[in-house]
């Protein structure tokens, strides 16, 4: 069972296979056959009462989280059970605070599981002042509903605020990640957009902070840090006038990673994508890197005539993501220089307008085998192309870290050469990674995707700014081909792609498998989910509706 967090409104990407030399040329694309969209799809629907905002599953139940509400639904979208999280002040907040003046909503701005303690879904909401829900879903004597045993997950005592470990999002949105092990961990970026403000009272109350590890404690009562080391803040000079946003995290590894778009640099007002890097196993930040990651494309009748200022030399580079997706490919996927079983990050991005992190109309996708993400981590901090992070620290001063085992997450990691085993870097080279099938995405803004293997091959979901979906099967020479699984009958592959909106796509061909997420306000800070399932089914949504999108024959997805 796979599930996808995706931050953001969507418009249609198309998967390509990267090629390992940044220097070369985009391939050719095949032209497309003509889609017939006036083809319709009657498909099983749930509406909620308010805008769906997350989705999560686990043991077959898809959870929810929307606008005041949490609901736990079955494989056909029946309504098994929901929770009603606000609007305050008819529903008392978790995080306390002064009351509110009028009708406050809560929206979901986190939503995850856990299954060491007991069978658990976490929700986390804007008007909670950051403190988390906790609904057991089954402690090992019967399963339990959405709405049966729910509480506020923070040790506060009546009224008095909670401790500052249990602030765990900001309303201006979070990612937030469950890393288990023996203990639970949660791992949390929290979000700083300018303008955008939080629940009333969350300012007085105090604020999460910005990147930080907190482990459960064994009462089951709250969470806890293990030193002020457990988290990190931006510089109080940047607080309010600087975008950080957190799109994307995944765990793959020792390793767990966020991914961010944020200022280029001290100073700059151009904007551009970083990865995060972090060891799983500190209780403690004691090793943060990140890196700048772009998307570009080289094209020849583009050096032949004069370009934009971002066309330069016939390069055009896609600076801000908009979506990813982890996953482990398959025997055939067609990616030079990966294996099978390798974790593979699928990153759509965008160009952005100068100066600004607001994505534009033209999008690309791009693929980045994690082994190459960590091979680059480990030649940049061991060349000592590396600085302090001035966002964090208030420097951005030549910084080095340059040992051998500095990516293996070892608890006495270079103790031998003389360091202390710890680290917080900013890498200062770019790691780029060429994209396919540019020319399919003019005036196209990618904001969803989801991946899977179909028969060992690749298969996108991907969505687009207004609602359509395109499936992309990757062809077998390895060039990014936008072909699709067939009717799922014998297994076959038709070499046809499926976009449609609202249920249309190809005559006589079933929708696809997976999910894609539609628009949302550009104004809204809180983000929306994906999920695919691996038995030949998914979910999408458009505002209060969710619809489930499943393939004919799904054992031929299995």
């Given at each position: 069972m796979k599930f996808l967090w995706l931050d953001a409104a969507c418009l249609v990407a198309v998967l390509w296979a990267a090629g390992p030399r940044v220097g070369a040329e985009c391939d050719p694309s095949p032209q497309p056959p003509k889609l017939n969209l006036s083809v319709t799809y009657d498909l099983p629907t749930f509406t909620a009462d308010s805008p769906i905002q997350n989705m999560v599953t686990l043991n077959g139940v898809i959870y929810v989280g929307a606008v005041n509400r949490i609901y736990a639904l079955s494989p056909n979208l029946t309504k098994l059970s929901e929770y009603r999280t606000g609007p305050r002040p008819d529903v008392e907040p978790c995080g306390g605070g002064p009351a509110a003046n009028g009708s406050v909503d809560n929206h979901n701005v986190a939503l995850l599981v856990e299954t060491i303690y007991d069978q658990g879904l976490f929700s986390?909401?804007?008007?909670?002042?950051?403190?988390?829900?906790?609904?057991?879903?089954?402690?090992?004597?019967?399963?339990?509903?959405?709405?049966?045993?729910?509480?506020?997950?923070?040790?506060?005592?009546?009224?008095?605020?909670?401790?500052?470990?249990?602030?765990?999002?900001?309303?201006?949105?979070?990612?937030?990640?469950?890393?288990?092990?023996?203990?639970?961990?949660?791992?949390?970026?929290?979000?700083?957009?300018?303008?955008?403000?939080?629940?009333?009272?969350?300012?007085?109350?105090?604020?999460?902070?910005?990147?930080?590890?907190?482990?459960?404690?064994?009462?089951?009562?709250?969470?806890?840090?293990?030193?002020?080391?457990?988290?990190?803040?931006?510089?109080?000079?940047?607080?309010?006038?600087?975008?950080?946003?957190?799109?994307?995290?995944?765990?793959?590894?020792?390793?767990?990673?966020?991914?961010?778009?944020?200022?280029?640099?001290?100073?700059?007002?151009?904007?551009?994508?970083?990865?995060?890097?972090?060891?799983?196993?500190?209780?403690?930040?004691?090793?943060?890197?990140?890196?700048?990651?772009?998307?570009?494309?080289?094209?020849?009748?583009?050096?032949?005539?004069?370009?934009?200022?971002?066309?330069?030399?016939g390069v055009r580079v896609f600076n801000v993501l908009q979506a990813a997706h982890l996953a482990k490919v398959g025997p055939n996927a067609n990616l030079r220089g990966v294996e099978e079983g390798d974790d593979v990050l699928f990153a759509a991005f965008a160009r952005s307008k100068p100066d600004s992190p607001e994505p534009t109309a033209h999008s690309a996708v791009c693929a980045f085998p994690l082994k190459y993400i960590n091979d680059l981590f480990r030649k940049y901090m061991q060349s000592c192309n590396t600085a302090e992070p001035y966002h964090f620290t208030g420097s951005s001063n030549k910084s080095c870290y340059n040992v051998t085992s500095s990516d293996d997450c070892g608890l006495h990691e270079g103790l031998n050469e003389g360091k202390e085993?710890?680290?917080?870097?900013?890498?200062?080279?770019?790691?780029?990674?060429?994209?396919?099938?540019?020319?399919?995405?003019?005036?196209?803004?990618?904001?969803?995707?989801?991946?899977?293997?179909?028969?060992?091959?690749?298969?996108?979901?991907?969505?687009?700014?207004?609602?359509?979906?395109?499936?992309?099967?990757?062809?077998?020479?390895?060039?990014?081909?936008?072909?699709?699984?067939?009717?799922?009958?014998?297994?076959?592959?038709?070499?046809?792609?499926?976009?449609?909106?609202?249920?249309?796509?190809?005559?006589?061909?079933?929708?696809?498998?997976?999910?894609?997420?539609?628009?949302?306000?550009?104004?809204?800070?809180?983000?929306?989910?994906?999920?695919?399932?691996?038995?030949?089914?998914g979910a999408d949504w458009t505002g209060q509706t969710l619809g489930l999108v499943r393939s004919h024959g799904a054992s031929a997805f299995r």
């Open positions: 986390c909401g804007s008007a909670d002042r950051g403190v988390c829900r906790r609904h057991v879903l089954d402690d090992g004597t019967r399963p339990k509903t959405v709405d049966e045993e729910v509480d506020c997950f923070s040790d506060r005592r009546g009224r008095g605020q909670p401790s500052d470990p249990n602030r765990v999002v900001r309303p201006s949105g979070a990612r937030v990640l469950n890393v288990e092990s023996n203990v639970i961990h949660f791992f949390a970026g929290n979000s700083e957009i300018p303008g955008v403000t939080g629940a009333p009272g969350a300012q007085a109350a105090g604020e999460p902070h910005t990147m930080s590890v907190r482990k459960m404690k064994t009462s089951q009562n709250g969470f806890t840090f293990f030193s002020h080391r457990s988290y990190i803040d931006l510089i109080p000079a940047l607080r309010g006038n600087y975008f950080l946003r957190y799109v994307y995290s995944f765990h793959s590894g020792p390793f767990t990673y966020f991914l961010t778009v944020q200022r280029a640099g001290r100073g700059s007002q151009a904007y551009h994508t970083r990865i995060v890097r972090m060891c799983s196993s500190d209780l403690q930040i004691r090793r943060y890197v990140e890196m700048p990651l772009q998307c570009i494309c080289t094209d020849k009748r583009r050096r032949r005539r004069r370009g934009s200022p971002s066309e330069q030399g085993g710890e680290y917080r870097l900013e890498v200062v080279q770019d790691a780029q990674r060429l994209e396919y099938w540019q020319k399919d995405l003019t005036d196209t803004l990618v904001t969803s995707i989801s991946v899977a293997m179909v028969h060992g091959h690749i298969v996108a979901y991907l969505g687009t700014e207004d609602g359509r979906h395109i499936q992309t099967f990757e062809a077998e020479q390895g060039n990014g081909g936008s072909e699709a699984p067939g009717d799922g009958r014998e297994g076959s592959v038709t070499g046809r792609p499926w976009q449609g909106r609202g249920g249309r796509g190809w005559e006589g061909w079933d929708p696809p498998v997976g999910v894609s997420a539609p628009p949302r306000p550009s104004a809204s800070p809180y983000p929306r989910a994906d999920a695919v399932w691996e038995e030949g089914a």
